[in-house]
């Protein structure tokens, strides 16, 4: 008879495999498989816990085996009690070269079983309704982190709606909503958010946002974590009422700063455009509404949008609201730990940054008395080049560049603009890398 130590197959102990099947990547599938076929039967229900803890369905194929996956897990309650995470991510294109649409709906998995579930990632899917989200989220009681990465919503499905109800307008919440919340009754269960993540794709999340303010206020202060980031169309105001809900426990917030003049934008929300009058651009709006009343803030990341024409005229107006922010009585973050500054360089020259505002900028946040936990600014610089001598678009990099003379350049510039925040200084250049093919 083996030792109780080992297994039938390998001279190892099984508490050395275990340890070694412990720090083997999530997504590692061949390795932990040829781990379970060399451990033999004692280490079949480690291997299987490793397997299904965290379920990711990448590319045409694997999102083509969804249907396998349902069966497995609706026939076998042990092995969906195991599943911790999920990620859909639709990155390629079929067999033939073709691109390929691929709809997620509330169907797609039995989600309704999937009562142990802490983190849903959707990566690149198209959803047939808006109103898909709030379904799929409906049915995960437990689910503590969502992350929705280049998220689409079908154009035909998004067109109708806009045409019948009004637009984004319509939709979108309203002040009263926000105060109003707690009287609603709830429809149904719905999970509390720590961690709510919102970038890039066409999917504006109206529903959601309807869904947490009308009945589920109280859900949405548990948030601590909100990133809502989108280059190419910065609509991050229809979070803003979910942002200001969870005002009082969010510990980080990561959002876009448009330079776009409100009253050009004509997507704006109702209860935004009507509260919108006076200010000059939408991060000025956000500033004053919604950072400067998250009191208890330690990480903010800002990424400044300046106005992408070439014909428009310089302007600092970034930088001094943000030493407006910090500058305020009484201080509005004094748990801040972090800031890190999205900024963006034009031909050698820094744009919004002046001497006179950094120097200002680090006299206020490096203040012990007023921010005592304070310890890092970051600024991360974006390149951008002229395209068509009529915009600005991020400079692109090819894989396989290295770090040049002047990239050492735009790095020691940045520096010695900030330079009076010393140690606590970071300086990273943000590389665009052209899409994978």
Not at 314 to 319: Q, T
Request: glycine residues 4%; charged residues 25%; aromatic residues 6%.
């Amino acid at each position: 008879m083996a030792s109780p130590e080992h297994n039938e197959h390998s001279a190892l102990p099984l508490d050395v495999m275990l340890c070694i099947l412990d720090v083997v990547d999530d997504e590692n599938m061949g390795t932990i498989s040829n781990f379970l076929l060399a451990g033999g039967h004692s280490l079949l229900p480690y291997a299987r816990a490793r397997l299904y803890r965290s379920i990711t369905l990448k590319g045409v194929s694997d999102l083509r085996a969804a249907p396998r996956l349902s069966r497995t897990l609706t026939t076998h309650p042990s092995l969906r009690a195991l599943v911790r995470a999920v990620t859909l991510s639709h990155t390629g294109f079929s067999p033939d070269g073709i691109p390929e649409t691929r709809w997620v709906g509330p169907d797609f998995l039995p989600f309704q079983r999937l009562t142990e579930l802490r983190a849903l990632t959707l990566v690149s899917i198209t959803l047939s309704t808006d109103a898909d989200v709030v379904e799929i989220l409906g049915m995960l009681p437990r689910l503590e982190r969502f992350v929705a990465d280049s998220v689409n919503e079908d154009i035909r499905a998004s067109l109708l709606r806009h045409h019948f109800h009004g637009g984004p307008e319509a939709t979108a919440p309203t002040e009263d909503v926000v105060l109003d919340a707690e009287l609603l009754p709830e429809p149904g269960p719905f999970p509390s958010l720590k961690e709510l993540v919102v970038v890039s794709g066409r999917w504006d999340g109206h529903s959601l946002v309807r869904r947490l303010l009308h009945n589920h206020a109280h859900r949405s202060r548990r948030l601590e974590s909100i990133k809502v980031k989108n280059d190419r169309y910065p609509r991050q105001i229809v979070w803003l009422p979910v942002i200001q809900a969870a005002s009082s426990g969010i510990c980080s917030l990561d959002i876009d700063m448009s330079d776009e003049n409100p009253s050009h934008a004509s997507w704006l929300p109702q209860w935004v455009a009507s509260r919108i009058d006076g200010y000059s651009s939408t991060y000025a709006f956000v500033l004053d509404n919604v950072v400067a009343h998250c009191s208890r803030l330690r990480r903010l990341d800002l990424h400044h949008h300046p106005d992408i024409s070439t014909r428009a005229a310089p302007s600092f107006d970034f930088l001094v609201r943000v030493c407006e922010l910090f500058d305020r009585q009484p201080r509005p973050l004094p748990q801040l730990q972090r800031l890190v500054l999205t900024m963006v360089e034009r031909e050698g020259e820094m744009v919004s940054v002046r001497s006179d505002l950094c120097e200002r900028l680090a006299a206020c946040i490096l203040d012990k008395a007023r921010y005592p936990s304070f310890r890092k600014l970051v600024i991360h610089v974006q390149e951008q080049v002229r395209r068509f001598n009529e915009v600005w678009f991020p400079r692109i990099h090819s894989y396989e560049q290295t770090v040049t003379d002047e990239v050492d350049a735009l790095l020691v510039r940045w520096r010695a603009a900030f330079s009076s925040f010393g140690e606590r200084l970071e300086v990273e250049q943000v590389v665009e890398h052209p899409p994978h093919v």
